[in-house]
């Protein structure tokens, strides 16, 4: 009795699909583990052997190159770790800018893109089949080159209203130096946008309550901007600006915008903003029609509908595919490297690889912050799309 | 960049022969047939294809002779086009057996890169072009400029460390290669450009309007060019450094592409044991005995690769200067053959 239950239980071990599953799956991570190991080894022996340096020594060596737009202290004495977080910052600056306005010109060509309006929605599937259809190293190298050959050389710049200089060396905008009484109007400005919240949740409510609606933009426009504007007023204007002066060669002082910096921004702009359009319009389209035809026939104007009753809705369906375009957008961005802009690419795997001569260092480092930027866009994106998708019933 | 960097890796990871160099090189290259060599695809005077797609310059002439002395084939070379940037990494790879793309020899590359830099083949010195209408005529005056440079390059060091030492300002614009940095020159993006002095010659030319640019006096750096190998392999760095060594013995005896027939019948032991008619010193290097006279025969001896590539019978028109032979008070100077 006992020996045929044994005998079931080995059985039943072997057998035990649960059981095998494990196994397989430990008897796989080992094998992994194994060949990560003996690569990394393998990697570091030969390249000791072949006499290449490696390690991350030379994160605090002196970089000893200049770069052309620093958003923190930068110098030719630098360290190599400063330049990474100098290149950081300028591929963070032109994503961040990018995503915002890809998404506000594609949310509008998308929208446009199904209008009742004949040429509305023709130029926004012309611009949709136009932009997405060639390469986008192209269309930058295009920008560039349109960038520099449009604006003038700096003895003929363009004076941009408000004491700003634009010429083919950037654009050149007045710098504000802020007095310390500045911080009343900061302080203004904080309290108009607790306000203008305020306003709006309680607009809410009672529109909940007793089908009234408010004007709830103009009035929380009218707050941020009229509370600070006042307070410039009476703190009288705490501000002053440094303006651009055009030097022997070069435009000085004010705020500088490389060329670099417009094109690259503008290309993956345009470029993204194509693909935005069609996630949108898909979204919309995704929507039933008997849910706008349900709004109109309960009297609610287009603007309305689309705004309160399609959109939420769509919204489920456009941000998945949004959340790939906004990855898209980053990474793209690394195409800088073609036109002069010092993103991280171009500092980090073009000059500090180059002068380090530590090509694997710094590629891990380089797709390691990559990697992280895309997936704490995806978590921002995720935690957006579950509040969204609760809407589902 | 990218596929460079999985070759080194793989080569990293896999063990492969190619990232440690261990005296096979030559064995390797001729099996394969053919020398690969690591060349720049834009620069005239030193590398540049044309318009058939027949390779000219100073370093393309470098591995020709080195193809010659090892398959007394001139042609059995091939050329691969590289980046500044992409360069070392091509070499570390072992995509390239030789890289002679007008490198700067400095003792960081010489030593943290897994490299050895084997001879000078050009003295050079960097150097500016600006805008004639600027009416600059000296470097000094560049402060607060706007200046164009390549990237990957002891040029953007060198560009950097000048403005420092003299107190100026700079604004320097940085590309991936040198033909989109002259671009955004020519567009008046930048000032000035700045490169190797004969890289500036060169790329002056290639300007829409070439009179309407000038190449300023001053010299910044100490610019010496040359081919370079794989750390440990001996054999192949000897022969890639004598190859040169030959050309220069070659002129400095007078051997020449039209007379070295003639000169295998001297009497001068020099020109003898040079031409491989007396001693084994081929043999020592792993290369037949009439190595040099292969050399001469298809390439010819340096200053004939000088002038025809960079100097009075090029469009550069580059004066030998301190690449003229020691004897003739320039640096080029061959230890002796024996």
Redesign the interface.
């Known amino acids: 009795m006992s020996a045929v239950d044994t005998g079931r239980s080995r059985t039943a071990l072997i057998y035990n699909p649960r059981i095998r599953g494990f196994v397989y799956q430990a008897l796989l991570c080992a094998a992994i583990a194994f060949l990560a190991w003996g690569a990394i080894s393998n990697a570091i022996d030969n390249l000791a052997r072949a006499k290449i340096a490696s390690g991350f020594g030379f994160w605090h060596n002196t970089a000893g190159f200049d770069i052309s737009q620093t958003l923190i202290e930068y110098s030719t004495t630098s360290t190599y770790g400063r330049a990474f977080w100098v290149g950081l910052l300028n591929t963070l600056l032109v994503a961040g800018l990018g995503i915002v306005l890809a998404t506000v010109l594609g949310f509008i060509i998308g929208i446009a893109r199904l209008s009742t309006n004949w040429l509305v929605a023709r130029l926004a599937g012309v611009y949709v089949e136009l932009i997405r259809n060639l390469p986008l190293l192209l269309q930058l190298l295009f920008w560039y080159n349109a960038v520099l050959k449009v604006l003038p050389e700096v003895r003929d710049s363009f004076l941009v209203p408000g004491g700003g200089l634009l010429n083919n060396r950037g654009l050149f905008l007045p710098q504000p130096v802020f007095h310390e009484r500045f911080l009343a109007v900061a302080a203004a400005l904080a309290v108009a946008i607790v306000l203008a919240v305020a306003y709006r949740v309680f607009a809410k409510r009672r529109q909940m309550r007793t089908g009234q609606p408010a004007p709830v933009l103009i009035v929380a426009a009218a707050m941020v901007i009229g509370l600070p504007l006042a307070a410039l007023i009476v703190t009288g204007f705490p501000v002053d600006f440094t303006y651009p002066e055009r030097g022997r060669f070069n435009v000085r002082g004010g705020i500088e915008v490389l060329p670099e910096f417009m094109a690259l921004l503008f290309g993956l702009v345009i470029y993204t903003a194509a693909f935005i359009a069609e996630v949108v319009r898909a979204g919309i389209q995704a929507v039933a029609k008997g849910q706008a035809e349900a709004a109109y026939s309960l009297g609610l104007r287009p603007g309305p509908t689309l705004r309160l009753v399609v959109m939420p809705q769509a919204m489920r369906v456009i941000v998945p595919p949004l959340t790939s375009q906004y990855l898209n957008l980053t990474k793209n961005s690394s195409l800088a490297v073609a036109i002069g802009y010092p993103d991280l690419v171009q500092i980090f795997t073009g000059t500090v690889l180059n002068q380090t001569g530590q090509a694997i260092e710094v590629v891990v480092i380089t797709m390691a912050v990559y990697l992280t930027i895309s997936l704490v866009t995806s978590l921002l994106m995720n935690l957006y799309n579950r509040r969204v998708s609760l809407a589902e019933r | ?1 990218k596929r ?2 999985v070759r ?2 793989l ?5 492969a022969t190619a ?3 261990s005296a096979q090189t030559l064995n390797t290259i001729k099996q394969r047939g053919s020398l690969n060599c690591g060349a720049n695809g834009t620069l005239a005077g030193f590398g540049l294809p044309d318009s058939q797609g027949r390779w000219t310059g100073l370093d393309v002439d470098f591995c020709k002779a080195l193809a010659a002395a090892i398959f007394n084939d001139p042609n059995k070379v091939k050329f691969v086009p590289l980046t ?2 992409d360069r ?2 091509a070499l ?1 790879s072992g995509e390239v057996d030789v890289l002679a793309r007008n490198t700067t020899w400095t003792s ?2 010489d030593t ?3 490299l050895n830099f084997t001879a000078v083949n050009y003295y050079d010195g960097q150097g500016f072009m600006v805008r004639k209408s ?1 009416k600059v005529n000296s470097a000094l005056e ?5 200046i164009c440079v390549q ?3 002891t040029t ?2 060198n ?3 000048y ?2 030492a003299n107190k100026m300002k ?7 290669t040198a033909d ?2 002259l671009k ?1 020159y020519d ?3 930048c ?1 000035a450009y700045t490169t190797d002095a004969s890289g500036l010659a060169g790329e002056r030319l290639r300007l829409a309007n070439t009179n309407d640019h000038i190449i300023l006096p001053e010299i910044i750096s100490k610019e010496p060019l040359g081919p370079v190998v ?3 392999d001996d054999q192949w760095f000897d022969i890639v450094k004598w190859t040169h060594y030959a050309m220069v013995t070659a002129e400095e005896f007078g051997v020449t592409r039209s007379n070295v027939d003639d000169q295998a019948k001297s009497d001068n032991p020099e020109i003898k044991r040079l031409l491989g008619t007396e001693g084994k010193h081929g043999e020592a290097l792993g290369l037949p005995n009439d190595w040099a006279a292969r050399i001469v025969k298809h390439v010819g001896n340096y200053g004939e690769a000088f002038e025809r590539n960079v100097g009075q019978g090029s469009a550069l028109k580059i004066g030998r200067g301190i690449n003229a032979l020691w004897n003739k008070g320039g640096l080029q100077y061959a230890p002796p053959i024996r």
Do not use: I, Y
């Open positions: 960049m460079v960097f080194l890796a080569a990293a990871v896999l063990g990232s440690v160099a500044a940037k070392f990494t570390q960081s590359r943290s890169l897994g600027l560049l402060n607060d400029a706007a990237q990957g390059t953007e060091l560009l950097a460390d403005f420092r700079l604004k320097t614009v940085t590309f991936a989109e940095a955004a567009a008046s993006r000032d794989r750390h440990g």
